[in-house]
């Protein structure tokens, strides 16, 4: 009895493997003949396996098989893209028409197309077997920002988003100077109610970053106050309807102080206006010769 209390008794999942070998090695279990090349075959595949693995070719191997398997991508929906090229997506991507759409990894293409210029967000798809989705968001142009000699168009928060090209933005504003793309976008809503005078806007120049000058479609400059734009914008439509002073040969109109307007001829009208006084002082001298 001791001696049986003293003797090793196998867990129970164990046993019926001791079983199974003692059974295989005395002939009890008959093996089939082809199990030694499909262990060969099970053994060089796991070797191979290992190898690609280790050698950081899975990627490679996975899409060369899947795409010969009938996964190879060959429809490319994109929507989305007003300024952004679908070739430019194509090559971002990769995709040659052997990429497979199962080894497609989607947070990394939509990293690499939110990295284009005028995308703002992406988003990318898989519609199996053959098919990918791709839809983008782009930043919108609010205007131009001049800095120096470079142009660039900016979005209303006054972020670049590329260097001027060409001439198809060419009815957004005009921002000069420094700090103007930041403070752009509040124009918008000075202007709101003077949409005539807006209209007439060909560039608005940022003066020591703190106010503007408008310099109008015919010339004309007009310089705002770094406060109160709103008094000064209405007496300037005032002096518009009144007198048409925008239509005048006038050079500039200072509008930054309250109580007063300063209006600058042109040279010409300068001119001329001087030569009407001096006729003017010799009439009243004749006048005075006379009495």
Not at 159 to 171: E, M, Q, T, W, Y
Request: aromatic share 6%; glycine share 6%; proline share 3%.
């Amino acid at each position: 009895m001791a001696a049986d209390e003293d003797s090793f008794i196998l867990p129970r999942p164990l046993r019926r493997v001791v079983r199974f070998v003692i059974a295989l090695c005395s002939g009890k279990v008959a093996v089939p003949a082809y199990a030694g090349r499909i262990s060969f075959a099970i053994y060089c595949s796991a070797v191979g396996a290992y190898g690609v693995v280790a050698g950081g070719h899975g990627p490679a191997f996975t899409q060369a098989m899947t795409s010969a398997a009938g996964f190879a991508i060959e429809d490319v929906r994109v929507s989305g893209n007003e300024h952004t090229s679908e070739i430019d997506i194509l090559q971002l991507l990769g995709l040659d028409g052997a990429t497979s759409l199962v080894a497609l990894d989607i947070d990394e293409a939509r990293q690499k197309l939110s990295s284009l210029v005028w995308v703002e967000a992406a988003e990318v798809r898989k519609i199996y077997p053959r098919t990918i989705e791709v839809v983008l968001k782009e930043r919108q142009a609010y205007g131009i920002w001049q800095h120096g000699t470079e142009l660039s168009l900016i979005e209303r928060n006054g972020s670049v988003i590329a260097p001027l090209r060409d001439n198809k933005f060419a009815d957004l504003p005009l921002f000069v100077g420094r700090d103007a793309e930041i403070a752009a976008a509040a124009t918008e809503a000075e202007f709101a109610g003077w949409p005539d005078i807006a209209a007439r806007v060909k560039a608005y120049v940022r003066v020591a970053g703190r106010r503007w000058d408008l310099h109008l479609d015919n010339g004309i400059v007009v310089k705002l106050p770094e406060e109160n734009v709103e008094s000064a914008l209405t007496l300037l439509s005032k002096l518009e309807a009144d007198q048409q002073v925008l239509s005048r040969d006038i050079a500039a109109i200072d509008l930054r102080l309250s109580d007063r307007t300063a209006i600058q001829l042109t040279p010409e009208a300068a001119l001329r206006h001087q030569a009407a006084l001096a006729e003017r002082g010799k009439l009243i001298k004749k006048a005075g010769q006379r009495t």
